[in-house]
């Protein structure tokens, strides 16, 4: 069908390829410098120092102390820790029951608020969001209650790309005196992450969004914010997350974090120039092609759409055999049979959403990849819609 | 002092450098086959077919199904999820309160019943240990109450090497019908694995101690056992652990633990006769040296002391010093001022379990090692109990 064999990587949303200068950085820290950071001799001790280094660069580009940031094993830990550590230290201080959310969080944090109501006692409520999924912080600010201890809104949707006006909300949280956590994975690489210009007290991240390995992640932690540990054991990360600490990865992470700011306006700028692209070429193009999530108010990476009278798995496999790679919203929700919880909380009816792809760019993309795409989806989509009596019954 | 620049590393118990084979089985899941396992799409197939290989070498080796192996971000979090997910999932199948264990556990254990004692309203306790730290199971029989939800004793020592008699504990925990972890961190890569010759029901594994990176670790949990996950989120470990697979380092474990157990038995020959001359050789040639854990029926590698008049810690520092990578006991308890918990609990008087050294060997020591060791380690001893007022007045 075509000549070029190269994959074409389009899903930098699901995970990223780790930079070779990452890997670089990582190498000497398994053979070499391998030391238990806890330990007293010299090599623990160049094991500390990096660690040391790595948080304060951490803490530099959230412009927050080195000691209010923790390193996890990853996102999903990090929400884990925000969510369950706030929560029960709070209730056992007699601040309450109550967390407030959204529908469109990333499963880390929705998962866990159910399980935090269904095997813990807490009342959740979910604030709405509007067709772009966007949440309205005067809707969070009504939400709140006398027994709030928590509010989490994700800074930017996994799915659509959407950014939450995280700054309104956390004015509004730290008003009533309310910690305020934001999942920002899809986020770190991109936007902005000062956590005072942020208003926030508690932000994930993971590195294998922003080239870095997946395995490591980070929660900052504002001073003062009470936080009940997950994982108990040594006194590693101030008593806040036990276990040996992942000195490779960790230096990665950081090391990944820095090259990611070190050029973020002008790679972003490249990238949404290419989304752009897609976006307008897609809609102009494909017909019954919609745009999800907010038309501009979005990540530089992010060009998410549905497409009426056929199924995103198919789009995929059909994109695969072409050589590239999408999917049609969150990895972590591969496999499940319905339509996507954030299409539909942004009120898309189950059937268009069923038809979902995200496209999210990266580093590596180019324009002849944009090429490459329109050169091939029109013809996927339309054959499928050939396929589909419900096309047919239109 | 010496000519010698090459540093001995004898804290292998702390930490292994990562084999350059391993680092070489993890490399390509960086930069090339980096896809989310998660994905649908080749690149997202190929890294979920090196994590069901992963699953299959650990299952091989643990005699277990795959599904049983549940991957973590290290061994600290494996024991938090035993004790937490099956105490809590048990209480709420209305089983009870009440959790067996030991008073020499890692603090992943040990802290984590405190923790589940203090903010969860568990009742823990505590079996006694004899003077070599060994659990004697009629003790745990007696222990066992109706309301009794689980049983977790460590299967080595990591501080004075004692093997513990897991069968049988694990047999009468079998009989009562009761959940048996064992926190085998210590135990992975030098003694038998096989959970059913073992009896558990769960098991820890850390990858950092047999030559695999830090950040890994494995929870077996035998099918049918209740447990509440400690980490939610997506789907993946079977629901059982949220967050995208760190696919390096699972690759990286699954090959250090074969590498390990290729050739346990004549490493461990080898080996143990280093800690045999060691053992010989130290209580011999230093005055009021005592060998601390059991005489015969510990690690292969583990070599532990206590010298009286003396502080481990300022050991320590001389023989990192002279070359010599040491620690005085866990390096998760580094910077607690008090003495050795597990020490105290086999009876051995604080003032004398102050003076603990733990030397642990590895694949790389050689002979020539513990004769470097027996070249100071005499020397500095005898140094420091020069300057000792409790020396001076004994």
Same mark, same amino acid.
């Given at each position: ?8 990587? @389009? #899903?930098? +949303?699901?995970? %990223?390829?780790? =930079? ?9 820290? !398994? &053979? ?18 990096? @660690? #040391?280094? +790595?948080?304060? %660069?951490?803490? =530099? ?9 923790? !390193? &996890? ?322």
């Amino acid at each position: 069908m075509t000549e070029r064999m190269r994959t074409i990587y @389009l #899903d930098h +949303a699901a995970t %990223t390829a780790v =930079d070779p200068k990452v890997v670089e950085a990582m190498i000497p820290y !398994f &053979t070499e410098h391998y030391g238990n950071a806890s330990s007293i001799y010299s090599l623990g001790r160049e094991a500390r120092k990096a @660690l #040391d280094e +790595a948080r304060r %660069t951490v803490a =530099d580009i959230l412009g927050c102390k080195p000691e209010e940031v923790i !390193f &996890t094993s990853c996102g999903s830990e990090s929400d884990n820790l925000a969510l369950r550590g706030v929560s029960l230290a709070r209730r056992e201080a007699g601040k309450g029951n109550h967390i407030i959310t959204s529908p469109i969080e990333h499963h880390a944090v929705g998962h866990t608020c159910e399980h935090l109501e269904e095997h813990f006692g807490f009342e959740v409520t979910y604030v709405p969001v509007d067709e772009h999924g966007v949440v309205d912080p005067d809707d969070v600010g009504r939400a709140i209650r006398d027994d709030t201890v928590l509010i989490s809104i994700m800074y930017a949707n996994n799915e659509v790309g959407t950014i939450e006006p995280i700054a309104e909300i956390g004015k509004i949280a730290k008003e009533k005196g309310i910690p305020f956590h934001t999942d920002a994975v899809q986020a770190g690489g991109t936007l902005d992450l000062n956590v005072d210009g942020l208003n926030v007290d508690l932000l994930s991240l993971s590195a294998h969004k922003f080239y870095g390995p997946k395995g490591v992640g980070v929660l900052y932690v504002r001073n003062g914010t009470p936080l009940l540990p997950t994982q108990t054991g040594g006194g590693h990360e101030r008593n806040r997350r036990a276990g040996t600490e992942n000195v490779p990865y960790i230096v990665g992470l950081a090391t990944a974090l820095r090259l990611a700011y070190d050029h973020v306006e002008s790679n972003n700028q490249r990238i949404a120039a290419l989304r752009d692209r897609l976006i307008d070429e897609i809609t102009a193009e494909i017909p019954d092609a919609q745009l999800t999530g907010h038309p501009t108010n979005r990540l530089p990476n992010n060009a998410s759409f549905v497409f009426k009278y056929v199924e995103g798995e198919a789009i995929l496999l059909n994109l695969d055999l072409a050589g590239i790679c999408a999917s049609s919203g969150s990895a972590c929700t591969t496999g499940e049979a319905e339509p996507s919880f954030v299409l539909t909380a942004m009120g898309i009816p189950p059937e268009i959403a069923h038809g979902s792809l995200r496209l999210t760019l990266g580093r590596e993309n180019t324009a002849a990849d944009v090429d490459y795409v329109m050169s091939v989806l029109p013809g996927i989509v339309e054959k499928l819609r050939m396929m589909s009596p419900l096309y047919a019954a239109r």
